[in-house]
Each structure stands twice: as C-alpha cells, then as structure tokens.
C-alpha cells in the first residue's frame, strides 16, 4: 500500500489534479483518486465517417474502451477504476486489427489509421504532452520506427529533444581514420584501446533470435530526465532494451508512454519497476 | 527551389538549422559525406523552426496528405501534417504495412529498393506533400511520387531539409517542384 501510487489525467472535467510524480523531488508521492469510481459506458464508433471504412478487413480494435492508468501491482486486482477521457474512444476505433500478420495468429494493431485521422492522431499526442509538459523532460527517445512517428511531435510540443533508438548501423559514426589509439601500460602489458564510438548498442530478445538497438552516446547528458516512445509494447523487449541504452549513459528514464499496450504479453511486468503510460490497453 | 531564394533570404533560421546538421564523414562508405540530422532533433528551437518553415508554406495549400519516406522522413513529416491539418501516411520499407499495399521499385547506386504504401490511405483527387530529411538523386522522392499518383492523388510539392546542389538546376521531380531548406555541408567545421 505504501507503494502504491495512483495517477490520472484522465477526468472529464477540466480541473482535475495534475500528478506531482513527475517532479524530481517527490518520491513515492500518493495521489488520492476521486472517490466516487464508477465505470462509464463508452461509445464505440459514432457513426462518423472514418477512414476506415475504406479499409478492407477492418475490425474495431480493442474491447473494451479503456484508458490504463499507471498502476503499482495493488491496483491491478481492482477493477475498472478509470474515467476515461471522452478523446480515447476517437482514437481506439480509429486503430485497426489485421488479423494475421506479420504471421498466423497474430493480432495486428496498426496504428497507420490512427494517423489517417488528423482529429484522432492531434488527440494522441494532446494526451502525451498534457501529462510531460512542465515535468522537466528534457529528452523525448522514439524507437525506430513507430516511435519516430510519435515522438517528436511530443517532444516538439514539451520543448525536449528528440532521440531516435535505432536498428544497428542506421546511426552515423565517424570512422577516426586513422584509429585514435589511446595506450596505457599495466606492469609489463601496454593495452591498446581505440577510442571509443559514438554510438553504443544494446542486445534484445526476440520471440526467435535476437535484435539490436544503438544510440548516440553524446545525444544525452547524464542527468537528464527522458521519456520514452514507442507505438506499442507487447513484451517488453524493445522498449527495456531503450530503458537500458538510456540508463547506461546516466540518464533517468522518468516513464515509458506508448498509444497501445498488449496486456496479455506481460510488458508492465517485463519493466518491473519502470513507469509505464498507456492511452489504450486491449485484454 | 532552395527557401533562400523564394521568400527567405537571409532568413536566420536556415544558418542555424544549416549549422545544426551534423557532417560524418565517410559514412556510411568511404568518400561520402553524411550529413547527420539527428543533431538538429536535438537542437530544439532549430528543430521547431523547420517544421515552422514547412508548415508556414504548406498551411493554405489545400493539402489533405502528408507522405513520410521511412524512417528519417518520420521524424518530420507527422509534426507537418498534425499543424496543417493534414493526415499522415508512411511509405515504407517492404513488408512493414501490413494489410493491402502497393509497391513501387526504384533504382539504388548498386541494385534496387521498394517503397510501399497502404491501399485506401489515400483518395482520388487529393493533395499531397511528400517529406523526407534530403534528397540527393531524387530516385526515393521519385517512387514516392509515383505511388501516390498511382492512387490518383495530385503530389503538391516535395519537401526536404537537404538538398544536394545537383538538384538545384533542375528542381523538379517527374515534373514536381522540389523545396529544400540548405544545402549539404562539406566539411563539419565543429570538429
């Protein structure tokens, strides 16, 4: 319970309490929920048009609508706490499922038509900036290449800079032709070090296999306090291999913020401890 | 057409977006000159006045549609097309959209790439810009114009931070105008 710490921008009405937990000084800090918790029905497609309808194949995404709110593992046994914010079910049925792909059995969330929809998309990255902005963000890091799409619009709008975590070799580095050779003598041995990269890299898992992803050392500072963006968490994986890459360079990787979460996957778990903010949460 | 010719001369945003632009040399092969826009996304107040620049000339042009080439044309594209209104649609490496798509082949230095972009993301009779961080022998912009087109929207113009000077004599692409910010740096004088 003393952990327990639960945050919501999402009230409908205009004054609601902005979450302290983002300041540097506050540490465990409870932010009381409203007392009155009661689930609110939320309409799915309004009828408007959408670009969806254009779509071939196309499945309302994620039953039901729900925002997720961060939650420590006491709140996860309650139910249905939230209120949503009337801007969630704009966006939740303006993402589309494609069944199959990338192969049998897989439940595809394609964010592409999420984008179609200017409304749906400037709400998006509303609800981001509404919770990063003033927080002392200084570092917005997307992952290639969903997270491109989302993250620098925030960091734009929060006045951080953008990072782009990215798939080996994409990221230039000066080759230091010739070698920058940098020796000390250790007893009798003198080792040689050639000076070192521009960009460091870090190893993943995959369903099958592994994966890497690189940063530029020198695009962060220690200290500095990132957010972190992709489309969607699944696993985990990728978005933990982002957490470390950042941490490695003594940054302080303040939450994880993706449009969608795959519950079942178990990604929130994959982070431990690490904060994670989601608009959407499909079971 | 470079923007200092046409209406921003002596603009100060371009110098400072120009010298936020990183060069890497002999990346990603000898004798190539990279020029590096991860630095000006770190430049914030450069970053924004690009994506000002793009939006001021963009804003009344009618355009429903902005087409980002994966994945640097991502970095700039969305914040274009969320300030004018527009939608957004990537054109990707293959067998990255999933659904229906269509391709369209195009010619690298060595061999050849695709392109490829989502069936009904876009509609007869729209306008579209195509967004991407430089263009240098215009076969990527080219494939990006031509699907597009392919789906029977008109390709406004296609913009760029970077242009190589090649292009400048002949700043059309399959009769498209071509928008670039600055011009490629040779040497990075902040070694």
Do not use: W
């Amino acid at each position: 319970m003393q952990n327990a710490s639960l945050e919501s921008v999402f009230y409908s009405q205009k004054n609601h309490i902005s979450p302290p937990f983002l300041s540097p000084s506050s540490s465990d800090s409870l932010f009381s929920p409203s007392p009155e918790r009661h689930r609110v029905s939320v309409a799915t497609n309004s009828g408007k048009r959408s670009p969806l309808n254009r779509f071939n194949n196309y499945q309302p995404a994620l039953h039901p609508l729900r925002c997720t709110v961060e939650l420590k593992q006491q709140m996860a046994t309650e139910e249905a706490a939230q209120i949503q914010d009337p801007r969630i079910a704009g966006i939740s049925s303006s993402i589309r499922v494609i069944p199959d792909f990338p192969k049998p059995g897989i439940m595809f969330q394609d964010i592409t038509t999420l984008l179609l929809d200017p409304k749906a998309f400037k709400d998006t990255i509303d609800l981001f900036v509404e919770r990063y902005k003033g927080k002392d963000i200084s570092v917005v890091a997307g992952i290639e290449a969903r997270g491109f799409i989302f993250g620098p619009p925030i960091a734009l709008a929060i006045g951080a800079k953008f990072v782009p975590m990215r798939k080996p070799n994409k990221l230039p580095e000066t080759q230091k032709f010739p070698y920058k050779l940098v020796s000390c003598k250790e007893g009798n041995v003198i080792r040689v070090y050639i000076a070192s990269r521009e960009v460091i890299s870090e190893k993943y898992s995959l369903e099958y296999g592994t994966d890497i992803m690189e940063m530029h050392v020198g695009a962060v500072q220690p200290g500095e306090r990132a957010l972190v963006v992709d489309d969607l968490i699944a696993t985990g994986g990728t978005l933990c291999a982002a957490i470390k890459l950042l941490e490695r360079v003594g940054v302080h990787v303040v939450e994880s913020a993706c449009v969608i979460e795959l519950k079942e996957l178990k990604g929130r778990e994959r982070l431990v401890d690490k904060s994670l903010f989601v608009l959407i949460s499909s079971t | 057409m470079f923007a200092a010719e046409n209406g921003l001369k002596g603009d100060p945003r371009l110098q400072a977006i120009s010298k936020a632009i990183r060069v890497v040399p002999h990346f990603p092969k000898p004798g190539i000159m990279f020029q590096d826009i991860t630095t000006l996304l770190l430049d914030h107040k450069a970053f924004k006045d690009t994506v000002d620049i793009f939006v001021d000339r963009y804003r009344d042009m009618g355009i429903s549609v902005v087409a980002g080439v994966e994945a640097r044309g991502f970095m700039f594209g969305p914040s274009v097309a969320l300030a004018i209104g527009a939608k957004f649609v990537p054109l990707r490496k293959p067998r990255k959209l999933p659904g229906e798509v269509i391709s369209e082949e195009y010619v690298l230095e060595y061999g050849t790439d695709c392109l490829e972009m989502h069936v009904g993301a876009v509609q007869p009779g729209e306008r579209a810009l195509v967004i991407d961080d430089l263009v240098a022998t215009g076969g990527t912009l080219s494939a990006a114009i031509r699907l597009l087109e392919r789906m029977e929207a008109e390709v406004v113009e296609c913009a760029c931070v970077i242009g190589v000077p090649e292009v400048k004599g002949q700043c059309r692409l399959n009769g498209k105008p071509l928008y670039i910010l600055v011009e490629p740096r040779q040497i990075d004088n902040r070694c």
